[in-house]
């Protein structure tokens, strides 16, 4: 309750000032014989009737040139308190006054637009920020806005629309978000078992955006899915080009359709070439995997120490007591056993996944943060000062 007060209190001041000095003019009184609501709204707020007050002190500070930045100004204070509410009786106060001019109501519906979209109530935002795009007014500011409502209710046709309008507007580029709105659609597509609609919306995605990982990895997924395992594998393989951090995110997939082709070979290739470029830990696993297959475990547990020693990593030393402990290795095999499971609750518990932009980490892959909404800044995490 005290923070509301001293919240109201210099708009309190503000309008007993205000009330004396439109009736000094007229005769010599003191502020308070010509301002008696300035001490009602006071009394309101000290017996925690914070509406009453309000209503007090919208009622003197009567709409004018001179009042319509302290009636915005309380009303975002109000908004971003989270009283939303309260911002919004102030900014329909505002506009409800017919004296107004064309850019005070502009600035006073985009404030309104704000408040309904705080409360959740997402029409009427909308319908706000249309009408400031119909009178032309802080349009940049309305259809940003109208683009957080859209993907708040994943209508990807919409946000396209938006982006587009937007990016023409402001001369800032929104080909990253629009390749995601596509890939939006074409998982709806390909929900819906229309493979051919999905791939064609894939190829918008990567017609936006070159480097669109998210795109390449679902048009690989409906190729493997399809049965075509190499063009499966030529698709999937792009993403090493695109952005090296989701190797690890398409190479099960990769493996999975190189077996099925039965060429064993040129996976085991392929994933040294991946190794000697980027020492990913997801290739050097699929490699230990295959020296075991061929060279026993000390092969493998040789290959996973060199690595390690040069690139520390919790997955891999996992791998090693795993191998270790299969091994059969009589020293220290209790310690052995308490590593392992003190290992698998780390990773375990660990978020994989990271933003590159706010920080928030995930267990899970999200193409937009949930945090800071930013699109593909979510990559997965691979080494171990990232725990």
Same mark, same amino acid.
């Given at each position: 309750?005290? #923070?509301?007060?001293?919240?109201?209190?210099?708009?309190?001041?503000?309008?007993?000032?205000?009330?004396?000095?439109?009736?000094?003019?007229?005769?010599?009184? !003191? +502020?308070?014989?010509?301002?008696?609501?300035?001490?009602?709204?006071?009394?309101?707020?000290?017996?925690?009737?914070?509406? %009453?007050? /309000?209503?007090?002190?919208?009622?003197? $500070?009567?709409?004018? =040139?001179?009042?319509? &930045?302290?009636?915005?100004?309380?009303?975002?204070?109000?908004?971003?308190?989270?009283?939303?509410?309260?911002?919004?009786?102030?900014?329909?106060? $505002? /506009?409800?006054?017919?004296?107004?001019?064309? #850019?005070?109501?502009?600035?006073?519906?985009?404030?309104?637009?704000?408040?309904?979209?705080?409360?959740?109530?997402?029409?009427?935002?909308?319908?706000?920020?249309?009408?400031?795009?119909?009178?032309?007014?802080?349009?940049?500011?309305?259809?940003?806005?109208?683009?957080?409502?859209?993907?708040?209710?994943?209508?990807?046709?919409?946000?396209?629309?938006?982006?587009?309008?937007?990016?023409?507007?402001?001369?800032? =580029?929104?080909?990253?978000?629009?390749?995601?709105?596509?890939? &939006?659609?074409?998982?709806?597509?390909?929900?819906?078992?229309?493979?051919?609609?999905?791939?064609?919306?894939?190829?918008?995605?990567? $017609?936006?955006?070159?480097?669109? +990982?998210?795109?390449?990895?679902?048009?690989?997924? @409906?190729?493997?899915?399809?049965?075509?395992?190499?063009?499966?594998?030529? *698709?999937?393989?792009? +993403?090493? %080009?695109?952005?090296?951090?989701?190797? =690890?995110? +398409?190479?099960?997939?990769?493996?999975?359709?190189?077996?099925?082709?039965?060429?064993?070979?040129?996976?085991?290739?392929?994933?040294?070439?991946?190794?000697?470029?980027?020492?990913?830990?997801? =290739?050097?696993?699929?490699?230990?995997?295959?020296?075991?297959?061929?060279?026993? &475990?000390?092969?493998?547990?040789?290959?996973?120490?060199?690595?390690?020693?040069?690139?520390?990593?919790?997955?891999?030393?996992?791998?090693?007591? !795993?191998?270790?402990?299969?091994?059969?290795?009589? #020293?220290?095999?209790?310690?052995?056993?308490?590593?392992?499971? *003190?290992?698998?609750?780390?990773?375990?518990?660990?978020?994989?996944?990271?933003? /590159?932009?706010?920080?928030?980490?995930? %267990? !899970?892959?999200?193409?937009?943060?949930?945090?800071?909404?930013?699109?593909?800044? @979510?990559?997965?995490?691979?080494?171990?000062?990232?725990?």
């Amino acid at each position: 309750m005290m #923070e509301l007060f001293w919240l109201l209190l210099p708009v309190a001041a503000a309008s007993g000032w205000w009330a004396a000095k439109r009736n000094i003019s007229r005769q010599e009184v !003191t +502020v308070t014989e010509r301002s008696p609501g300035y001490f009602s709204g006071l009394n309101y707020l000290l017996n925690e009737q914070p509406d %009453k007050a /309000i209503d007090v002190f919208i009622k003197m $500070l009567e709409v004018d =040139s001179d009042t319509v &930045e302290t009636h915005l100004a309380l009303g975002n204070l109000f908004r971003r308190r989270g009283e939303v509410d309260r911002a919004i009786r102030i900014h329909q106060n $505002l /506009i409800a006054r017919p004296m107004l001019n064309r #850019e005070q109501r502009a600035q006073a519906l985009l404030e309104l637009g704000q408040d309904y979209m705080k409360a959740g109530l997402f029409d009427r935002a909308e319908s706000l920020f249309n009408e400031l795009g119909e009178m032309n007014m802080f349009q940049a500011q309305a259809l940003e806005n109208l683009l957080t409502i859209y993907q708040q209710e994943k209508d990807w046709d919409k946000c396209l629309q938006v982006a587009k309008r937007l990016g023409q507007r402001t001369g800032k =580029s929104r080909r990253r978000e629009c390749a995601h709105y596509y890939c &939006e659609l074409a998982e709806e597509a390909r929900f819906r078992k229309d493979l051919i609609k999905a791939s064609q919306l894939l190829k918008k995605a990567q $017609l936006s955006d070159e480097g669109c +990982v998210r795109a390449t990895i679902l048009q690989g997924e @409906i190729e493997a899915s399809d049965g075509s395992a190499k063009n499966a594998i030529r *698709i999937l393989r792009q +993403v090493e %080009k695109q952005d090296p951090a989701y190797i =690890s995110e +398409v190479l099960p997939a990769i493996i999975d359709c190189y077996r099925e082709m039965g060429n064993r070979a040129e996976l085991v290739r392929y994933l040294r070439q991946l190794y000697e470029k980027h020492h990913s830990v997801s =290739s050097v696993l699929a490699l230990t995997d295959f020296i075991q297959e061929d060279e026993g &475990e000390e092969a493998a547990i040789q290959f996973l120490t060199g690595y390690l020693h040069a690139h520390p990593n919790l997955e891999g030393l996992d791998r090693m007591v !795993t191998l270790s402990l299969k091994k059969g290795m009589s #020293e220290g095999f209790e310690s052995l056993l308490i590593l392992q499971h *003190i290992l698998n609750k780390i990773l375990e518990n660990r978020a994989a996944y990271q933003c /590159i932009s706010c920080g928030f980490t995930a %267990k !899970t892959l999200h193409w937009q943060c949930p945090s800071c909404k930013a699109w593909s800044s @979510i990559k997965p995490r691979d080494e171990l000062d990232e725990v």
